[in-house]
């Protein structure tokens, strides 16, 4: 790495950043920093092939202190960068109330559409918090804004000015629920309005940036009208970035299955947008330049139609030093490729380190430059060695992010992945072929919708698979450390290590630190009780000292799907892939309703092993469809008089009501 010292400059910014965002003192920054930096300058020297007994050189020693002088300045620039844009955020958001009444001008950025309703991206934003004229008193600069409007009124570009009402956005309320707060300000976004009135609107000189947005939703309707709206859905997700016809359970289906990442605009998109281009270009005119040049034009059209996301920055600012590696004739350095994208993205948003595509982007091309060479050194299955080395180096980042483990998707990968570079040539071919009115695009597109199919079915049939999914919740930061020190331990014996017992160490190792990483609901001592915020309704969550899981009532009557996006994902975050007893108490919606949904979606969610409820007796029409639904989903269901007790140790349920005893359990 002292061969890098970009290399060390991206540490140092990340370090400085992490440090300022837990607020640790100057002391703690100091040590944080001198740790960071000493790994990396040994690691480096290291991989470049020293070895104890060497010498150091006087070249060596010069390289190592620029490293070091670089690390510190960055580190410097990333900790101050961070409070700069903190301080500026929270002095303004402090005058802020949901609810309050302001006007927002800003630069129409990009679009989306969503439930049949627009979403403007503005950028360069400034607000007042009275309904004083915009134009004559001084604004407050801000960051984004989102602006939902049932019509499609301006272009990409155009520098728009509302006025309405602001919705300032909310913290998850349950452990695992979905973070509004911390997933739009990491991406720059400050509050939303919801249909305000445009007062005023300056037109863009250029229309670049809408007619390619255009085109996009042209190429979504190619989709739809030859593949129908569910294979439509993917494919526009895959080709253009449109989530509009992208259902829920698909994303869900394939999240299980591990290929959630071909639902997002990657590196694998944008370099088969250039890099293909590129070489295309510079074969047939012989000049790298014209096909750097070429490649360089398409993917920046690529990118204004798709939009700019984290993998996005990280591939073309990747793709700019591969062409201009070529070009000058330089040797193309990925490490450090990768290095000045991380630094590039956290200068955009620093709270982008806190968004978990960010490192599951840096983290698989990590992979490729670190843990996957080591791998191809040492097994014989090279096929392998990318997924197995991706997902070894991921599994923290994913558990953190999404509490569950694919047990299947390495080997589901082997499949999926090299047909991915034929759903987007298709795809890409085919939509342009039909708009220009040629029947042979239908024919394209028909090879895209039978390699979804084969996905589908490839999801479909690893679900059904014993221990599909493996839910071990978040593991808190020390687990993560440990199991990224045993990880860094094991590389290091598999790469220096020459004897035959370094297979039995390493493997012995390394089950030790995932063990580690996954062990925390496994440890977990005393009972548990959590009462989930579920809004108008009721749901307990009681945890016993045996590992069972208890859940009392769970409903709710204001949100929807409270058992998909408020209980589910709770439970994930605790690491409780299935309940033991589910409580029903009586039969009103905002008790149950949860539950019911629940039951029905076992297979990809939690499973509830038994359903309790009261006798027949006392029993409504809601609560014996409640009961229908469990047998027909595989779950035990049994009936609760005065007097039952369920005992765990010193744990005891005890049924109070109905007192009447003219119940049989």
Not at 235 to 247: S, Y
Not at 611 to 616: A, C, K, Q
Request: with cysteine; hydrophobic share 45%; net charge positive.
């Amino acid at each position: 790495m002292t061969k890098r010292p970009l290399c060390l400059g991206a540490a140092g910014v990340l370090s400085g950043i992490l440090a300022a965002a837990y607020g640790w003192s100057v002391f703690a920054r100091a040590l944080l920093a001198c740790g960071v930096l000493a790994c990396g300058i040994l690691g480096g020297i290291f991989a470049d092939g020293y070895r104890p007994g060497d010498g150091i050189s006087t070249a060596e020693r010069k390289r190592t202190a620029f490293g070091a002088g670089v690390f510190l300045l960055m580190f410097a620039l990333g900790s101050g960068r961070y409070l700069e844009a903190e301080e500026s955020r929270q002095a303004y958001l402090g005058e802020l109330q949901d609810g309050m009444y302001v006007t927002v001008q800003g630069q129409l950025a990009g679009k989306q559409i969503q439930k049949n309703r627009y979403v403007y991206e503005l950028t360069s934003c400034m607000f007042r918090t009275d309904s004083s004229n915009f134009l004559q008193t001084e604004p407050v600069s801000c960051g984004g804004v989102l602006i939902y409007s049932d019509s499609d009124d301006c272009s990409i570009g155009d520098i728009l000015i509302y006025h309405g009402e602001i919705t300032l956005w909310k913290r998850a309320s349950n452990e695992g629920a979905f973070d509004a707060k911390a997933y739009y300000f990491a991406r720059g976004f400050d509050f939303a309005m919801e249909g305000p009135a445009l007062d005023r609107k300056v037109c863009a000189k250029r229309q670049t940036a809408e007619a390619l947005w255009q085109l996009g939703q042209r190429i979504k309707e190619v989709y739809l009208k030859t593949m129908g709206e569910r294979d439509a859905g993917i494919l526009a997700t895959m080709v253009v970035g449109d989530r509009e016809f992208l259902d829920a359970e698909t994303k869900r289906l394939y999240q299980i299955g591990g290929l959630s990442h071909i639902l997002a605009i990657s590196g694998l998109h944008l370099s088969f947008a250039g890099l293909g281009v590129y070489r295309i270009a510079r074969r047939m005119t012989g000049s790298y330049k014209a096909g750097g040049i070429t490649g360089g034009i398409l993917l920046c059209l690529y990118v204004m139609m798709i939009g700019m996301t984290v993998s996005v920055i990280r591939a073309w600012v990747m793709f700019v030093f591969r062409i201009g590696a070529d070009i000058t004739g330089r040797h193309y350095d990925m490490p450090t490729a990768l290095a000045a994208s991380a630094v590039l993205t956290v200068g955009i948003h620093p709270l982008y380190l806190y968004d978990g595509g960010f490192w599951l982007s840096f983290g698989a091309v990590f992979a490729v430059c670190t843990v996957i060479p080591v791998l191809e050194n040492e097994m014989r299955c090279k096929s392998l060695c990318a997924g197995l080395g991706i997902n070894v180096l991921l599994w923290p980042v994913i558990l953190y992010n999404f509490f569950e483990i694919p047990v299947y998707s390495i080997l589901l990968n082997l499949i999926i992945l090299p047909l991915m570079s034929v759903v987007l040539t298709c795809g890409m071919i085919g939509s342009f072929i039909k708009m220009a009115g040629w029947i042979p695009g239908k024919w394209i597109l028909w090879i895209c919708r039978c390699i979804l199919w084969v996905y589908d079915k490839c999801c479909v049939f690893t679900i059904k698979l014993p221990m599909a999914r493996w839910v071990a919740g978040r593991p808190d930061k020390r687990r993560i450390f440990i199991y990224y020190l045993v990880l860094m331990t094991v590389i290091l014996i598999l790469k220096f290590k020459r004897n035959g017992k370094k297979y039995i160490i390493s493997i012995t190792l390394y089950t030790v630190g995932f063990l580690i990483l996954i062990s925390g609901p496994w440890v977990r001592t005393g009972a548990e009780v959590t009462m989930l915020d579920v809004g108008q309704g009721d749901c307990i969550c009681v945890e016993g000292p045996e590992h069972k899981t208890y859940l009392i009532d769970g409903g709710s009557s204001d949100i929807k799907n409270v058992g998909k996006y408020r209980i589910e994902p709770f439970l994930k975050y605790r690491g409780i892939g299935s309940i033991d007893y589910v409580f029903v108490s009586h039969g009103d919606i905002d008790h149950m309703n949860g539950i019911e949904e629940m039951l029905k979606r076992q297979q990809v969610g939690i499973k509830i092993r038994n359903l309790v409820v009261t006798g027949e007796a006392y029993r409504d029409e809601k609560l014996e469809e409640l009961i229908s639904v469990a047998e027909d989903n595989g779950t035990t269901v049994w009936e609760m008089e005065n007097g039952t007790q369920i005992r765990e140790g010193k744990l005891r349920f005890t049924c109070l009501g109905p007192k009447e005893k003219n119940l049989s359990l």
